[in-house]
Nanobody, 121 residues
Framework: QVQLVESGGGLVQPGGSLSLSCAAS????????MGWYRQAPGKERELVAR???????NYQDSVKGRFTISRDNAKNMVYLQMNSLKPEDTAIYFC???????????????WGQGTQVIVSS
């Protein structure tokens, strides 16, 4: 099982920046992808950015050029640098990870508990 813990949310003014971090821990063979999703009040959870091993990074169109996802595989961490924040970026941000219990085995997905980001003046 993989446990994910996010940190770094908070209140920021429009145009400001925040950095989110997510640490993965537990027993697993490999983590194949890590990413960030968000859920605003009354809306469905949506992809923000996803970074698979050796593959193309996916960003939601609305955050391209403003948000940057990165990973530290040695530490099993994923980060989200958010710049030029807008009020519409206000949401709970969730980290997720796709992982395997054993090589060649099935994929599993874990979610963090979420961290609140509020963009408001």
């Amino acid at each position: 099982q993989v446990q994910l813990v996010e940190s770094g949310g908070g209140l920021v003014q429009p145009g400001g920046s925040l950095s989110l971090s997510c640490a993965a821990s537990g027993t697993f063979s490999s983590i194949n992808a890590m990413g960030w999703y968000r859920q605003a009040p009354g809306k469905e959870r949506e992809l923000v950015a996803r970074m698979p091993d050796g593959g193309n990074i996916n960003y939601q169109d609305s955050v391209k050029g403003r948000f940057t996802i990165s990973r530290d595989n040695a530490k099993n961490m994923v980060y989200l640098q958010m710049n030029s924040l807008k009020p519409e970026d206000t949401a709970i941000y969730f980290c997720n990870a796709d992982w395997k219990r054993s090589a060649g085995g099935p994929n599993f997905r874990s979610w963090g508990q979420g961290t609140q980001v509020i963009v408001s003046s």
